[in-house]
């Protein structure tokens, strides 16, 4: 799919569901609520999403081996690009800024890959147990709980069978670029060789330390995530309980790995979260509006963390070891 065309296909998603969604309230409301925040609030949950961007930045230096000074900065950026691009493309900047530190694609795949999936496995955890405590939850939002908990399950099985089998999925990869007559163009080899590296990669991640460190650091960034949010519902003046805030969260978190999303989130994120609280019971002039503050602030967020990360960037005067990149 071009770039062009997912851009479009993104504004359009986004035009269409804010659209849809302000039929339903007063958009001014989201901009009282906005502007009505309490500034002590506010000021702590810019500081709570702060920790949980650390986090991501500890648990890629940890993997990597890449200096704090220079990754921290670089996670600061990538999560600010995260919430501003839709889809892929957020992702993309994290590996760019990674290979300009001479670590290779391969390489720097593996992780994100690794990373991603413990990010889903704690987003699950931390659902079911917030789940414990709401418990006039509806059915139907268990069921569909248990339907993320069998699609995780399948991903990490997926991911050991790519890892385990890498070899034979790379033989059959050049058999059949071979059959279609593809095998000796640049990208076809090029992709299956880089396939392999990511394989190689998540395979030399191992050890009960890393595996406790990425653990523990992902379930810290999305708790630090889920407390960010409940600050924000408090400052707004909404009375919701803090369970209720993280089985919303996880639902419109959960949403954001899907291929394809507003720009920005716009849209998608308003979405998810107001029928996951419509759900739970939260009227739709709550869910909606909330739905718009929260993102609004966490936007507000990304981008001053983003801006914090360029200003680190450039004074780190880092310079990156060209001939150490590994195309």
Not at 13 to 26: K, N, S
Not at 139 to 148: A, N, Y
Not at 198 to 225: D, K, N, Q
Not at 270 to 296: K, N, P, Q, R
Request: net charge positive; glycine share 6%.
């Amino acid at each position: 799919m071009k770039r062009s065309f997912r851009l479009a296909l993104a504004l359009l998603l986004t035009v269409v569901l804010v659209w849809w969604l302000l039929r339903y309230v007063d958009a001014s409301e989201v901009s009282k609520t906005v502007l009505a925040i309490n500034p002590l609030f506010l000021v702590a949950s810019l500081l709570i999403y702060l920790l949980s961007v650390v986090m991501r930045a500890i648990r890629f230096q940890r993997l990597l081996k890449v200096p704090a000074k220079v990754m921290i900065p670089i996670t600061f950026v990538h999560t600010c690009l995260l919430n501003l691009l839709p889809g892929i493309f957020g992702e993309m900047s994290y590996i760019y800024m990674v290979r300009r530190q001479g670590i290779n694609i391969g390489h720097s795949a593996a992780v994100l890959i690794v990373c991603r999936v413990f990010d889903i496995a704690a987003v699950f955890i931390l659902t079911l147990v917030a789940l414990f405590f709401v418990r006039d939850a509806p059915s139907s939002f268990r069921t569909l709980l248990m339907i993320m908990g069998a699609a995780l399950l399948l991903i990490f099985l997926l991911l050991v069978m790519f890892v385990l089998m890498r070899h034979k999925i790379e033989a059959f990869g050049r058999r059949v670029a071979s059959i279609l007559g593809i095998a000796h163009i640049r990208v076809v080899q090029w992709s299956l060789a880089k396939m392999c590296e990511v394989a190689a990669a998540i395979e030399s991640i191992r050890g009960a330390r890393t595996y406790s460190m990425i653990i523990v650091t992902s379930l810290l960034v999305w708790l630090f995530a889920y407390v960010q949010t409940y600050l924000l519902m408090v400052g707004f003046g909404y009375d919701v309980p803090f369970a209720a805030v993280a089985l919303g969260t996880s639902l419109y978190r959960l949403v954001t790995i899907l291929p394809i999303s507003g720009l920005a989130g716009f849209g998608t994120t308003e979405l998810s979260w107001a029928g996951a609280f419509i759900v739970l019971g939260i009227s739709h002039d709550i869910a909606i509006v909330s739905a718009f503050s929260v993102h609004i602030m966490q936007l507000l967020s990304a981008i001053i963390v983003g801006l914090a990360g360029v200003i680190l960037l450039r004074s780190t005067k880092h310079t990156p070891k060209i001939g150490s990149l590994q195309e």
